[in-house]
């Protein structure tokens, strides 16, 4: 199946999803990688504010390459980076704030309990950092620079973005799993 969303999404919008579902998603998306995580888990314990809305969003592990022009940023490169960094500071962040869903590449690791009911993978293929810049509109703003260009949090205005694969359904299903519990049976069938 093909689903096009617009954020911010609705859990009703992801509950349908099946691993091998092609999503496409327009509307604002947050990039974050390990400092980002760890800043918002941090503030989020402190009971302090975000600076940004994390209702129904969509969160991109992505650490772009941004120039400025004339006072506006705008994308140069976007591509997903390793998802498994983020996954153990996951299932608290989804228990804190409700992200609807996760796009990277390279899958997560015991993340799926997090995620059931709750929140989707979707894998953007790597190296596809071209792609992804085309999809992407508007920088609007950005947060935390002061961690990095890559480890800040970018708001990105998307259109189409995609063709994002679920790579773990809100059923637990994980793609990633699977396709390794696959290969591992061929090649233990061929007795190499």
Known sequence: MEYHLTTPLKKEDILKFNT????????TIFTARDEAH?????LTEKGEELPFDLEGSVIYHCGPLMQK?????EVVAAGPT????????????LEKH?????IGKGGMTNVSEALE??????????GCAALAAENIKDVPTVHWLDLGMPEAVWE???????????????????LF????ERAGKVLSDLNI
């Not at 091998?20 to 998603?25: E, M, N, R, T």
């Not at 799993?177 to 390794?180: A, G, L, P, Q, V």
Request: aromatic share 8%; charged share 25%.
């Open 177 to 180: 799993s699977e396709i390794e």
């Open 98 to 102: 409700n992200v609807l869903a996760l």
């Open 38 to 42: 760890a800043r918002i888990l941090e």
């Open 156 to 174: 990105l205005t998307v259109e189409n973005f995609g063709p994002l694969i679920v790579g773990i359904d809100t059923k637990c299903s994980d």
């Open 117 to 126: 009911d709750s929140c989707v993978y979707l894998a953007f293929t790597g």
């Open 69 to 73: 022009r004339e006072e506006k940023w």
């Open 20 to 27: 091998g579902d092609v999503v496409y998603i327009s509307g």
């Open 82 to 93: 390793t998802s498994a960094r983020m996954s153990k500071m996951t299932p608290l962040l």
